[in-house]
């Protein structure tokens, strides 16, 4: 079998593995939400927020969001299109864009996506890294599109058969929207 329909083949069956896993690992496991109030007031109030959470915590993060329409920013690369494919059944929309690939288009989206009324949902560390360090991109779109950004995260215990996990939410930060880009420093 060639190298090319191997990849295909990857790029259709590990998106829909996944998909289960993560179906599978919620039906397990006991999720308890910290400060989800601050999310649902903030929706309760009609507004929108920047969700931002670390590479590592992706796995769970479509249980975040419970009943929200959601746009995630997700890298215009293969990588990216393997995520894409599993959260789309969650009902989360995907727009395209990296740093180094289709940054315009990807920006283009979620101010769309934003003026639709939906959350974004952003991994600020990016897949470049390095991990659990902000890079600028969220900081610009949260200054682009003058929403808070609120971060959230997940962890679990290793507890088996059946572990439980966390879900955390915290305040959320506004950037002023006349912030210039040379005062955006991490």
């Given at each position: 079998?060639?190298?090319?329909?191997?990849?295909?083949?990857?790029?259709?069956?590990?998106?829909?593995?996944?998909?289960?896993?993560?179906?599978?690992?919620?039906?397990?496991?006991?999720?308890?939400?910290?400060?989800?109030?601050?999310?649902?007031?903030?929706?309760?109030?009609?507004?929108?927020?920047?969700?931002?959470?670390?590479?590592?915590?992706?796995?769970?993060?479509?249980?975040?969001?419970?009943?929200?329409?959601?746009?995630?920013?997700?890298?215009?690369h293969k990588d990216g299109e393997l995520?894409?494919?599993?959260?789309?059944?969650?009902?989360?929309?995907?727009?395209?864009?990296?740093?180094?690939?289709?940054?315009?288009?990807?920006?283009?989206?979620?101010?769309?996506?934003?003026?639709?009324?939906?959350?974004?949902?952003?991994?600020?560390?990016?897949?470049?890294?390095?991990?659990?360090?902000?890079?600028?991109?969220?900081?610009?779109?949260?200054?682009?599109?003058?929403?808070?950004?609120?971060?959230?995260?997940?962890?679990?215990?290793?507890?088996?058969?059946?572990?439980?996990?966390?879900?955390?939410?915290?305040?959320?930060?506004?950037?002023?929207?006349?912030?210039s880009a040379a005062n955006l420093s991490?």
């Open positions: 079998m060639s190298k090319k329909i191997k990849k295909e083949i990857l790029l259709v069956v590990a998106p829909i593995i996944a998909h289960l896993m993560t179906r599978i690992i919620h039906l397990t496991m006991r999720i308890t939400y910290v400060n989800y109030d601050r999310y649902r007031q903030l929706s309760a109030e009609g507004r929108q927020s920047i969700l931002a959470f670390w590479h590592s915590r992706i796995l769970m993060m479509p249980y975040g969001y419970p009943g929200k329409v959601l746009t995630t920013l997700v890298s215009a995520i894409a494919r599993t959260v789309r059944p969650f009902g989360i929309l995907c727009v395209r864009g990296s740093s180094t690939r289709g940054w315009f288009k990807g920006l283009r989206g979620v101010l769309q996506s934003v003026k639709d009324g939906r959350d974004i949902a952003i991994t600020p560390d990016g897949p470049k890294g390095p991990a659990r360090r902000a890079q600028m991109g969220a900081l610009q779109i949260a200054r682009s599109t003058g929403l808070p950004v609120m971060p959230v995260s997940f962890g679990a215990s290793k507890k088996k058969p059946f572990p439980a996990g966390t879900l955390s939410y915290s305040r959320t930060h506004s950037l002023a929207a006349s912030l991490i």
